[in-house]
């Protein structure tokens, strides 16, 4: 079974940044995405971003995009996102997911335990 390890997030004024990371205990075999996705108070899990082990395509949600960068150190098996000019909406719990493809819940194999972002007007 692969663990997921989240880390970062917290509380932010709008405008500002957060990071967050996520690590891996293992690639296995059929993973080929890392992901990261959102649930907002009231409303259903959403894709975020994602990118792809070996060629690090990535991939955003309207929401995020030119806002969020998704990267992957596979060394560290870590994924990490990058969150600037935070609105009040982002406020979420923010899951990292690992898959056989990104930012598609139907194909999430394992769950991050979520981490907490909470962006004040």
């Known amino acids: 079974r692969v663990e997921l390890v989240e880390s970062g997030g917290g509380s932010v004024q709008a405008g500002g940044s957060l990071n967050l990371s996520c690590t891996a205990s293992?690639?296995?075999?059929?993973?080929?995405?890392m992901s990261w996705f959102r649930q907002r108070p009231g409303k259903e899990r959403e894709a975020v971003a994602g990118?792809?082990?070996?060629?690090?395509?990535?991939d955003y949600s309207d929401s995020v995009k030119d806002r969020f960068t998704i990267s992957l150190d596979n060394a560290k098996k870590t994924v990490y996102l990058q969150m600037t000019s935070l609105k009040a909406d982002d406020t979420a719990m923010y899951y990292c997911?690992?898959?056989?493809?990104?930012?598609?819940?139907?194909?999430?194999?394992?769950w991050g335990q979520g981490t907490q972002v909470t962006v004040s007007p």
């Open positions: 293992e690639y296995s075999a059929h993973l080929y995405c």
């Open positions: 990118i792809y082990i070996t060629s690090k395509i990535v």
């Open positions: 997911a690992a898959g056989a493809h990104c930012r598609q819940r139907e194909y999430v194999d394992y």
